[in-house]
Each structure stands twice: as C-alpha cells, then as structure tokens.
C-alpha cells in the first residue's frame, strides 16, 4: 500500500532547475556504485523526472531516474514518455524500487507542501531508510516557474543543510523565500525562531549592499553572504554557489526550536 496521499499535481517544464543542479555537484552521484535516483511525486507530467535525468547524465552518464508517483493515472500517463535511463512506478514514502535496490538520491519537490507539518518527520524517516550509505534526500519548494526555491538535505544522520536559492535579477528581499521554505520550517518564521533570525539578517545584507547593484546583483548577493558569515552564519558552499544565486547555512543553525 503507498504510503501518502494524492495530491495537486502542479509542475513545469525547468521547474526544478535550480535543484537539478545542485544534486547535479553532489558527490555521492559521482561515487555510487549503483546510481539510481529517484524524482518521487513528480506531478501531473513525466517533465521533471526527464530534465532531472537529462541534467544528472552531465555528470554521471549511467545514472538511471526513477520517477514515482502515488497517482496511477499520472504514472501511466507519464510512463508513455520512458526514455532510457527514466522510468515510472506507482508508489508512495515507501519508494519502492525494482530488484529491492535503493537509491542514491531521493529528491522530492514540492510534495510536502500538501501534508501538515507534523507529518514531515515520518516522511523524511521513510524516505531516508530508502538510501543507499552516504545517500541524501533532497526535500523542498519552489514557486510555479521556479525562480524561488528552497530544500533541505537529510541523511541517516538526520537534517544536514538549508540551501536557499533565488534568480537574483529584480530580487527585492531575499525573504521572499519565505513562502517558499520547506514544511519543516514554514510555519516557523515568527519571531524567537531561527529561521526568522536567518530571514531578517538575509533582508538585512542584502539592503545595505544595495550600492553594490550598480554592478550587479551577483555582486550583491556574495556581499550579502559574507555579511551572513561575518554574522556567524555557518555557511557552506563556495563562491561559485554565491555566483548562482544559492546559499547553503547548517540545518541546526536554523532547525525549529
Ligand atoms: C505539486 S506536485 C509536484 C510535482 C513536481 N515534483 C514539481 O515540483 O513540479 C505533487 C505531487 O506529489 C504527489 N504525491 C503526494 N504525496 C506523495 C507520496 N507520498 N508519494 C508519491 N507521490 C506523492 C502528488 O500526487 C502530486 O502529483
């Protein structure tokens, strides 16, 4: 039996570009042995789980995705649309995966948006104990064409990061995000939590480098992120993730109280 529910099948083509090409850096998509990655509720269209495939082979040439869905419609819909190296099965958290393999990544994008916070846990545990060692589970939401976006990175040992990533182009305040955090911390951005702290002090650098605009709005955002480090804010990452519009702080310096 999946474990879930159907929900709003919402999706678009280069939706999930900005975290295509985060897991795309991760090492453990070039060091798997076996290298299958799986898109779960992909939504109402094979789109992301081809693009997420199509981004990964740069990479890694044998990465096989497997796109699973708890919708059965959406998943003989999409299954018209398996390529080599994509295909699609019905299923739910339980990810179930042909031969009994697991996965080296388990990216799921806006899917739990659609449950209540106090449900995240259970999925994220459920998910988790689908990776292979070393595996991630890429978790979060974006806006309809993707301009704003954010996930957590999960392990056997837990939440790792908060990566938070923006088309800086007419970016008015990096809280923006916001509306766009994943389940675990949307409802936390009040006053006393983390999360609110790492909001402001994002707000707060990116005003006083405005001056910096006049260069560009790159140049703005890696001053803002050296304003977040000289904060405290353990940030990792380097430049050439500034440079594309992401920042990546610890989980635990934004983790709900
Ligand atoms: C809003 S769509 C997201 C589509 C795509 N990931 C994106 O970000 O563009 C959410 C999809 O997740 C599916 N879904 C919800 N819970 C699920 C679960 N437990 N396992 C698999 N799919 C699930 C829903 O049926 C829906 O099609």
Known sequence: MAEGRITRGTTGTNRLRRVDRWMSSLPVLRQAKD????????????ATPLE??????RVRPDVEVVGIEIDPERVRLA???????????QGGFETP????RSATIIRAFNVLRQYDEHEVADAWHRMVSRLQPGGVLVEGTCNEIGRISSWAAITKDGPQTLTISLRLAQLEKPSIVAERL?????????????????MN???WHWQINVGLSVYSPVQRWLATIQGLRGDGWPITGGRSR??????????DSVAPR
Request: aromatic fraction near 4%.
């Open 201 to 203: 002090a994002l707000d």
């Open 79 to 89: 299954s018209l649309m398996a390529v080599p190296g994509v295909s699609f099965r």
């Open 52 to 57: 997420l495939r199509h981004r990964l082979a």
């Open 97 to 100: 995966l042909p031969g009994g």
């Open 35 to 46: 290298p299958l990655v799986v898109d779960l509720g992909y939504g109402a269209s094979a």
């Open 182 to 198: 994943p389940k675990a911390l949307i409802h936390r951005n009040v006053p006393g939590e983390r999360i609110h702290d790492l």
């Open 242 to 251: 500034g440079k594309l519009g992401e920042v990546t702080v610890a989980w």
